[in-house]
């Protein structure tokens, strides 16, 4: 397996860092916006969940937005079991503080390399928790040892409002991992969230793990060139909040 690099694994720690100095639940999930537009641009991952089922959120953080989903999910009389992983040791305590019915349902661990204990009716994670070079194979990775058979995973994207910056059009990463596009959502004008799924159909795995070997011999190559160009700091950098 490609191993992330060493400054990716640096950044993350930092990010932990910013989170555990706020103590607005908000703020310290990375949203700098308030609220009402937490709300508004967060929501719409539930566009993709029209049933009941368990719920993994990849790089949960505090855990807040598991609890918001979990709420915003009762409202539209959908029941959701929370489940989430982050790599932050310390985010992951507080995120089991936060729901301490569910304590046993987090994990300590990087989503790249882990390995579940077992798969999910819906998992979601964002783009950017791996390099660029990676993400297709993370996309697959996702697919097949993450999502269980019909379930769906759902891949998001946040962009910025006071930067004028539009979320990535992760639809299109998905479809370059050799995915079918299930549907899509976003909120914002530019827009500034957005998310895509994947339904996880029969016989998926059998083929995207044959694509799935290819991915790794192709994240292999290109994350080591980005090496070599010293490209990757400014490939890879990673947001701490997002406004």
């Known amino acids: 397996m490609v191993e992330l690099p060493v400054a990716f694994l640096h950044r993350l720690r930092e990010l932990e860092g910013s989170y555990l100095r706020e103590t607005d639940p908000v703020r310290q999930s990375g949203f700098?916006?308030?609220?009402?537009r937490w709300r508004?641009?967060?929501?719409?991952v539930l566009d993709a969940v029209p049933d009941d089922g368990d719920f993994l959120d990849v790089g949960c953080?505090?855990?807040?937005?598991?609890e918001c989903l979990v709420q915003w999910g009762h409202e539209r009389h959908v029941?959701?079991?929370p489940y989430g992983v982050d790599c932050g040791a310390q985010l992951i305590a507080l995120a089991q503080q936060r729901l301490p019915q569910y304590a046993s349902h987090f994990w300590v661990a990087n989503a790249w390399e882990w390995s579940p204990p077992r798969t999910f009716r819906y998992v979601y994670s964002l783009y950017d928790c791996v390099p660029e070079a990676l993400l297709p194979a993370y996309i697959r990775r996702l697919v097949t040892q993450y999502?269980?058979?019909?379930?769906?995973?759902i891949m998001g994207a946040y962009g910025s409002s006071s930067k004028q910056e539009a979320a990535r059009d992760i639809a299109t990463d998905i479809a370059a991992a050799g995915f079918r596009v299930a549907g899509s959502?976003?909120?914002g004008a530019l827009p500034v969230s957005r998310v895509a799924w994947i339904r996880a159909e029969q016989g998926h795995g059998a083929d995207a793990q044959e694509r799935a070997a290819h991915a790794w011999r192709s994240a292999s190559f290109l994350l080591g060139f980005s090496v070599l160009l010293d490209i990757l700091p400014r490939a890879s950098t990673i947001r701490v909040e997002y406004v």
């Open 185 to 187: 959502s976003s909120r």
């Open 32 to 36: 700098g916006g308030g609220h009402e």
């Open 61 to 66: 953080a505090n855990g807040y937005l598991l």
């Open 40 to 44: 508004l641009e967060r929501a719409l």
């Open 147 to 153: 999502v269980e058979t019909g379930g769906t995973l």
């Open 79 to 81: 029941r959701l079991t």
